[in-house]
Structure formats: C-alpha cells, structure tokens
C-alpha cells in the first residue's frame, strides 16, 4: 500500500512540476526578434574559437546577453534563454 501512495504522489508531483513549467512559458514576454551572431576570435593558445552573440528584442525592451563558447563546444547542450 505505501508502494502505490509513494508512485501515486510521485505522479502528481510530476504532472504538478509539468503545469508550473508550462504556465511560466504562457506568461513569459513577446519576443520581438532574436538575434544570433557567431564570429571567430583568434586566441595564441587555442588557436580560433568561436564567439556568440545573442540579441533578444522584446516588444517592451531589449535584452541582449553573450556568451564565449569553448573550443570543443558542443552541439547538443543549449543554453535556454
């Protein structure tokens, strides 16, 4: 009996989790545009490493953030804005 009140609560925490992420996304601002600069930055120890520049442009405001990405980045990690 405890096994299945412990699997039951665990669901509901899940689809709770679910619910609280999915109703962040609906309120979240009108992006604008989005924009995505990739240039390559000569380094003397590493050689050319690439460098991104993201814009976000809302409705309302401008947010833009960078970030320097490491030699050996990888294509399937995602920074989430």
Known sequence: MN???L???RKERAEKKELARIESE??????KEITINI???KSRTWGSNPQLN???HYRDLKIT???NLPKAW???KTQRI
């Not at 609906?26 to 992006?31: G, H, I, L, Y």
């Open 65 to 67: 953030k960078s970030w």
């Open 3 to 5: 096994a299945e009140k």
């Open 54 to 56: 993201a814009s976000i």
């Open 26 to 31: 609906k309120n979240q601002k009108p992006v």
């Open 7 to 9: 699997e039951l609560r």
């Open 39 to 41: 240039e390559w930055a």
């Open 74 to 76: 990888e294509h399937t």
